[in-house]
């Protein structure tokens, strides 16, 4: 068995707007999310700047007593899946609800949750902690509170792959509709560590940009100034479902699934191999996948962290990749506006890469200023384009070399 698989429902949440429309139409102006860290006090920290979430209320999602049992990052999934499930008019039937599954991933889960109760822990002893703190804070229960939600029985997952995590996901659920295990799945992923330890941990690993004084031009892939990456948090849910149950109900398809790769580097616990092997084996994985060549894929949402190594390193994957075409590729990183979502960020840049199908049009790598010698491919820089796309790869890459990237394709209605 081996069915065809259609995105019917893109919900997003990030730093540029709460809801799949009002992000994709800042992606597309190129507005830049970043921007001082509200979430707790920053002036010790060397990096005081993020991409969070502004004025968003989870009560418009979650009843009150409910709040307790989530972490913020289950709570950003529960508000996208609402915005995917609605696009994509989606109710699971009792009778099909077998065949209804959730895959939410998330890099590092509820560590809002974690900082608070270990705080409680240390002030008034073990008998503070809160009955709900692991239930709130173990990454799989995103996952839990959608299927429940949803009543969704079918499989049930999530990875903890770091920053590939919700490609992972969006992935493992395009196989298990494909070879029949599931109809539907409701898949991406969700991150919310801009905390404390989630901003000092990274911080003390050198991998932040720390240009305090111009937050919204920090994040700047590919961009010869670029001084590393910038923590965001959100959530990318996506409705994948069988294309023959998405005609039979007449749902609008937003664009068909049609590879996904995996790969280890094996090299290095944070870095990628110089050579950008790792990196180049997962995109060849997917358009062996897909059964298509390089000289097909008109666009690519990079991974791009704005990192000085990164994104080095994948522009020679992707030369590799792509070859003589390398040149003609569009490539651009949506992190230069979202931030980095970590766990997330393959949840959101594959919704954003289905959004670039539908409207035929490659979003914008902001702040590229400063072309720099070992990036020197057309980065779309700081303006969108209206162009045609048959197909649009995604690339997640992780700590510890794990790497994904999927490949989605413009639907032409049959």
Known sequence: MNRRVVVTGVGLICACGIGTE??????VAGRSGIAPITHFDATQFDCRFAGEVKSFDPLNWVEKKELKKMGRFIQLALAAADFATRMAELKISSHEADAAGVYVSSGIGGFDVIEREHQKLLSGGPGRISPFFIPSAIINLASGQLSIRYGARGPNSATATACSASAHAIGDSFKIIQRGDADIMICGGAEASITPMGIGGFAAMKALSTRNDEPARASRPFDADRDGFVVGEGSGILILETLERAQKRGARILAEIVGYGMSGDAYHITQPSETG????????????????????????????????????????????TFGEFAPKVAISSTKSMTGHLLGGAGGLEGGISVLALRDQTMPPTINYEKPDPACDLDYVPNHARKAPIEYALSNSFGFGGTNAAIIFKHWHGK
């Open 277 to 320: 092997d790792g990196a180049f084996r997962v995109m060849r994985a997917a358009m062996r996948d897909a059964k298509i060549d390089p000289k097909q894929v008109s666009y690519v949402n990079a991974h791009g962290t704005s990192t000085p190594i990164g994104d080095a390193i994948e522009t020679k994957a992707m030369k590799r």
């Open 22 to 27: 009002e992000t994709w139409a800042s992606i």
